[in-house]
Nanobody
Framework: QVQLVESGGGLVQAGGSLRLSCAASGIIFSFTTMAWYRQAPGKQRELVARIRSGGIIDYADSVRGRFTISRDGFKNTVFLQMNSLKPEDTAVYYC????????WGQGTQVTVSS
């Protein structure tokens, strides 16, 4: 059974940083494309960053240069380092594993105050 567990969300002032973690189990992690999505109130869920099994990385234009996605194959964990946070980054952040029809974590709240 696939399980994705996020951690690291919280409240931070604009300009601050947070690091999200997603621990994965039940998958062959090194072969799986992993991603972070976010959903703000009243908005659709959107892709933030994606790291493919071969290492290719994609970022949303709104976070490129501020966020960094990475993965640790020994810990089966994917990270999202978020710097220079803005109030518009406030959302629930979800970890996603591209396995079969896709698997989602439970989400972690990130709130950026102005």
């Amino acid at each position: 059974q696939v399980q994705l567990v996020e951690s690291g969300g919280g409240l931070v002032q604009a300009g601050g940083s947070l690091r999200l973690s997603c621990a994965a189990s039940g998958i062959i992690f090194s072969f799986t494309t992993m991603a972070w999505y976010r959903q703000a109130p009243g908005k659709q869920r959107e892709l933030v960053a994606r790291i493919r099994s071969g290492g290719i990385i994609d970022y949303a234009d709104s976070v490129r240069g501020r966020f960094t996605i990475s993965r640790d194959g020994f810990k089966n964990t994917v990270f999202l380092q978020m710097n220079s946070l803005k109030p518009e980054d406030t959302a629930v952040y979800y970890c996603y594993g591209e396995i079969g029809s896709g698997s989602w974590g439970q989400g972690t709240q990130v709130t950026v105050s102005s």
